[in-house]
């Protein structure tokens, strides 16, 4: 069946570092990374993908990561994230390219189809979208929705859908393919003040 994938960078690469906590305590935690090439090969599995999209905000190093991207296909929405009152950087309309871009596939395709959504964010942006009402269009409309979010990110809204007997929704928890999706980057990092040194560790064969 023809699939439509939609990755909310920002929470999934979160969710890892998050995730390590659980999977991986001696991990230093800022050293997880997504090993995206087995990342889109699970997402992809058994299905067709027509619409690849990956949606974030470009901080500095990251260059690599969307050129990456880009060559497995996917589109890159990207935007500069913007100074909050506080002072940090944060992400602004990121995600509300992801549900508008959601939006014009429901009403680009017909059913059957699936709506894959990577993220376990089900909070309302500014402007009233979020992921969990997007999926509840397709669901209305006949589709079906396949969730991939880290278990500790992903928002109970999501099994709420369930309820919704038009299309089916397949809620999928990244945790079982850690090893698989995730390494360590080797290198020098600073904990609680102290530069601590550490090797790395690969990512595993993939077990999907």
Avoid: C
Avoid at 4 to 23: C, K, M, V
Avoid at 76 to 101: F, M, P, Y
Avoid at 128 to 150: C, I, N, P
Wanted: charge should be negative; glycine fraction near 8%; aromatic fraction near 10%.
């Amino acid at each position: 069946m023809d699939s439509h994938i939609f990755i909310d960078n920002s929470n999934i690469f979160g969710g890892a570092q998050r995730a390590a906590a659980t999977h991986e305590p001696e991990a230093v935690l800022m050293a997880v990374r997504l090993y995206y090439r087995n990342f889109f090969q699970l997402l992809e599995r058994e299905t067709n993908p027509v619409t690849k999209v990956i949606a974030g905000s470009v901080p500095p190093g990251n260059e690599g990561l969307w050129e990456h991207a880009r060559r497995y296909g996917y589109n890159t929405d990207l935007l500069n994230r913007v100074e909050s009152d506080d002072g940090r950087l944060v992400e602004q309309g990121v995600d509300e390219i992801a549900h508008l871009k959601i939006a014009n596939v429901l009403l680009d395709y017909k059913p059957p189809q699936i709506l894959v959504l990577v993220t376990g964010d089900g909070n309302d942006s500014d402007f009233g979208t979020s992921f969990v009402k997007q999926a509840e269009r397709a669901l209305q409309r006949g589709w079906d929705v396949h969730v991939w979010s880290w278990a500790d990110q992903l928002s109970e809204k999501f099994a709420r859908l369930s309820s919704i007997k038009t299309g089916n929704i397949v809620v999928n928890k990244l945790d079982t393919y850690y090893k698989s999706i995730t390494f360590t980057q080797g290198g020098t990092y600073d904990i609680n003040g102290s530069q601590v040194s550490i090797s790395g560790r690969v990512v595993s064969a993939p077990n999907f």
